[in-house]
């Protein structure tokens, strides 16, 4: 971020690519603003060759900023890097004018530090700069913000499943008590008419014998003793039903406020994207003005 809006003091290099590649054109200046760049064949490298080089490490080296100066470091454990046709072992100091050659029939470059103000980075125009600081200072990062976007976007999905499935598993379970009491009232009503009809035979056998009595009292208390069973079975199967709706309410409750707490977080971190956004933008004009009281063209 120095290197856009800091950039007073702070000095740049180029890369003078010497091979034709797919990438890059003989000839081509390559600006480097950022204090560490890597070179090889992957996508996250700054300075990029394509799969025609297969000498050519996918991290093959690094230049990053050494002091006032720079240093080139291998990166890669097979194949060399080479300084003025010299292969380093570890790190090497860079001197404007010194030539890199990444393997023996790898691509050449030329490293170049620009004399006088044309070598400080705020010579370079704010567009440029922004486009430049957006190559380099992003582009390693560019697979992790997707991995980053698409482990969100399932991550959201799988909480959206999980609700549905919880809502499913709610409404399966409450219907299951549910067809459960109405079962268990069923049983109570036929414990009921069996009672009724026990009670009945017992005010018809004033004139059975004593075992016949009996008989009949030990039938009804059986059956009161069932019905009570079921009276109780019917209360349990009653008060699971309320815990569960109780539950049901208190996460939707967690959930509603669990809701608002992101809510809250988004419209923050929107606010505070916001107010960066404009510090980011006084910044850029104050640059702009800057570069164009230095300018006289652009003034």
Sequence with gaps: MASVFNASGRQYYILEHKTESLYHHAGESQKIIVDQIELGRDSACQVRFDESFETVSRRHAAIVKDGDGWKIISLSQTNPTFVNGVPIQGEWKLSSGDEIRLSSRGPLMGFIVPQGKQSMVSSIGMT????????????????????????????????????????????????????????????????????????????????????????????????????????????????????????????????????????????????????????????????????????????
């Design 128 to 299: 440029e700069r922004l486009s430049l600081f957006r190559q380099q200072a992003l582009r390693p990062y560019k697979t992790a913000l997707w991995v980053m976007a698409v482990v969100l976007v399932v991550a959201i999905c799988g909480l959206v499943t999980w609700n549905v499935l919880q809502g499913k598993n709610y409404e399966k379970k409450l219907q299951q008590k549910q067809d459960q009491i109405e079962k268990v009232q069923e049983e109570i009503k036929a414990s009921d008419d069996v009672i009724d009809g026990l009670k009945i035979q017992m005010i018809r056998s004033k004139n059975a014998d004593k075992a016949e009595k009996e008989r009949i009292q030990a039938e009804l208390k059986k059956a009161e003793e069932e019905r009570a069973r079921l009276s109780n079975e019917k209360n349990a199967l009653q008060k699971s039903v309320d815990e569960l709706v109780d539950k049901s309410i208190k996460d939707e409750q967690e959930k509603e406020a669990q809701q608002a707490r992101i809510k809250a977080q988004r419209e923050q971190e929107r606010a505070d994207s916001i107010k960066r956004a404009k510090e980011r933008s006084r910044s850029i004009e104050e640059l702009i003005k800057a570069d164009r009281k230095s300018d006289p063209v652009i003034k």
